[in-house]
């Protein structure tokens, strides 16, 4: 069992920056990733980062303002969001993913999520 308690969120007008992060209790040697949810849609990948810090992949639309990170000795990943548009504003999840995933893009491949942390961007 492992639980992801996710803290960061907020209200920001755009251009303007956050950072969420996710406390991992248990084991932290697994891939981790954010996705995010926009109202009546289906939760979507935003970024990916393995066990050791590397490799890093982001969905296109966050390429150089968002950054995904992790220290596995304080068992927290983080999300640092940069330039913040209207467009971001979602539920964001925090996920662990299965030892057996196959492919990190799909929400499918990830067995522990956090509890979603709100985030808004004024225009």
């Known amino acids: 069992q492992a639980q992801l308690v996710e803290s960061g969120g907020g209200l920001v007008q755009a251009g303007g920056a956050l950072r969420l992060s996710c406390a991992v209790s248990?084991?932290?040697?697994?891939?981790m990733a954010w996705f995010r949810q926009f109202p009546g849609k289906e939760r979507e990948f935003v970024a990916y980062?393995?066990?050791?810090?590397?490799?890093?992949y982001y969905v296109d639309s966050v390429k150089g303002r968002f950054t995904i990170s992790r220290d596995n000795a304080k068992n927290t990943a983080y999300l640092q969001m940069n330039s913040l548009k209207p467009e971001d504003t979602a539920v964001y999840f925090c996920?662990?993913?299965?030892?057996?995933?196959?492919?990190?893009?799909?929400?499918?491949?990830?067995?522990?999520w956090g509890q979603g942390a709100q985030v808004t961007v004024s225009s």
């Open positions: 996920a662990r993913r299965k030892p057996s995933g196959s492919n990190w893009r799909l929400a499918s491949d990830y067995d522990y």
């Open positions: 980062i393995g066990w050791s810090g590397s490799p890093t």
């Open positions: 248990g084991r932290t040697f697994y891939a």
